[in-house]
């Protein structure tokens, strides 16, 4: 599995590059390995397209029905945003490649619920928290249509960890916080709290990986993340997060490299979220 995370974050950071408004063709090439991935795994796919001046910008939906599937059926979302304004690895691309590679872990998986994988557009810079925010869009569609949304995981940056001591800086220090960068943090308001709680107590039992559930209000920026457009229209919504510039300070710049990722950390959040779903 580290191989596959590997070889889809290379194809966003080294063979696609930059991909946004600025480099519509490169957004467009990512869009279009995206939809060919999931189709080749077998998925229903859905395009919800939506015009921001001369463009057309695009959110991937690829569903995998339940074996009972009815109107009342529950639905979780999984999702991920694809854009990235310098190509970057763990900020741009760490989420939309667990994506692609749990969606591929599930695809001959049997449950009774609906499972969406969601690649979001517009994710980044002057988009973020703003209604042409793809996570907007998206959001503001599925609570029009008043889907059984039974929970919203959303993935970024989930790539770098380290075992130094003091890796993890502020604000995640404290007696009660690792000072290690070496935990997956689940992040989710008062809402969403016992989603988060069933997430957390599923890794602690399950992985090796260490976890800890923090509250929104703790994590400075989550306002501008995809989890915000979901848990703002009133879904149950969690973060799974490496706590982005509060452990790399070179995330979402030139210097986030591929190097940087650590992909067995990667490998063991895909393989846990999997079985998560399985028995959700």
């Known amino acids: 599995m580290a191989k596959t995370l590997k070889d889809n974050v290379n194809v966003f950071c080294k063979d696609i590059g930059p991909r946004d408004y600025n480099n519509y063709d490169n957004l467009e090439k990512s869009k279009q390995y995206i939809i060919s991935k999931f189709k080749s795994m077998g998925y229903n796919i ?8 001369d463009k057309t ?3 991937i939906v690829a569903t995998k029905d339940c074996l009972n599937k009815n109107k009342n059926s529950k639905t979780v979302i999984i999702g991920a945003h694809y854009d990235s304004t310098l190509g970057s690895a763990d900020g741009g691309a760490s989420g939309i490649s667990a994506l692609i590679t749990l969606a591929d872990l599930y695809k001959n998986t049997n449950a009774y619920h609906n499972v969406r994988f969601v690649a979001f557009v517009n994710g980044e ?9 793809g996570s907007k869009i998206y959001a503001d569609y599925i609570k029009q249509q008043n889907e059984n949304i039974e929970g919203v995981i959303v993935l970024d940056s989930i790539g770098y960890y380290s075992d130094k001591p003091l890796s993890q800086r502020y604000p995640f220090m404290g007696p009660s916080m690792p000072n290690k960068a070496n935990f997956l943090a689940i992040v989710g308001n008062s809402d969403s709290k016992a989603l988060a709680d069933n997430v957390t107590s599923y890794f602690n039992d399950s992985s090796w990986l260490p976890v800890k559930n923090i509250n929104k209000d703790f994590l400075i920026g989550y306002g501008v993340k995809d989890s915000y457009s979901f848990s703002k229209n009133g879904f149950k919504t969690i973060l799974l997060t490496d706590t982005s510039i509060y452990r790399f300070e070179d ?29 959700y």
């Open 46 to 53: 859905g395009i919800q397209d939506y015009q921001i001046g």
């Open 57 to 59: 910008f695009s959110n």
């Open 125 to 133: 810079k002057v988009f973020a928290k703003t209604d042409q925010m």
């Open 251 to 279: 995330i979402n710049r030139a210097d986030d490299k591929v190097e940087d990722i650590d992909f067995s950390y990667m490998s063991e959040i895909v393989k846990n979220l999997k079985e998560y779903l399985i028995s």
